[in-house]
């Protein structure tokens, strides 16, 4: 059974960093693309960052490009998110989502409609 789990979330100051994490069972983490969405109190889920399955495509929301970075290791089956010079506005519980490939290693979709399977979320607070 495929299962997510995220982990890393909490409160920071502004200009902090965390580390979210993904870990990944009921599948091989080559098989699928992983992407990280957040959603804020009251607003829709916003894609941030998404891996494709070969791990060679990345992709990037333009309101974190330069400060998170998503990376990936096969052996732990786990995907990370680095976060640093966090803003408020990053606030919101974080989700991984896998996206099962079947040979489109380097497709990263955007869509929360396209994704598979979910994590239950993590919280991330951003405040002095």
């Known amino acids: 059974q495929a299962r997510l789990v995220e982990s890393g979330g909490g409160l920071v100051q502004p200009g902090g960093s965390l580390r979210l994490s993904c870990a990944v069972s009921?599948?091989?983490?080559?098989?699928?693309?992983i992407a990280w969405f957040r959603q804020a109190r009251g607003k829709g889920r916003e894609g941030v960052s998404c891996?494709?399955?070969?791990?060679?495509?990345?992709y990037y929301a333009d309101s974190v490009q330069g400060r998170f970075t998503i990376s990936r290791d096969n052996v732990k089956d786990t995907v990370y998110l680095q976060m640093n010079s966090l803003k408020s506005e990053d606030t919101g519980v974080y989700y991984c989502?896998?996206?099962?490939?079947?040979?489109?290693?380097?497709?990263?979709?955007?869509?929360?409609?396209?994704?598979?399977?979910w994590g239950q979320g993590t919280q991330v607070t951003v405040s002095s």
């Open positions: 891996i494709s399955s070969s791990g060679e495509t990345t």
């Open positions: 989502a896998a996206y099962v490939s079947e040979g489109r290693y380097y497709y990263t979709p955007r869509e929360p409609n396209d994704f598979d399977y």
């Open positions: 009921g599948f091989t983490l080559d098989r699928v693309a």
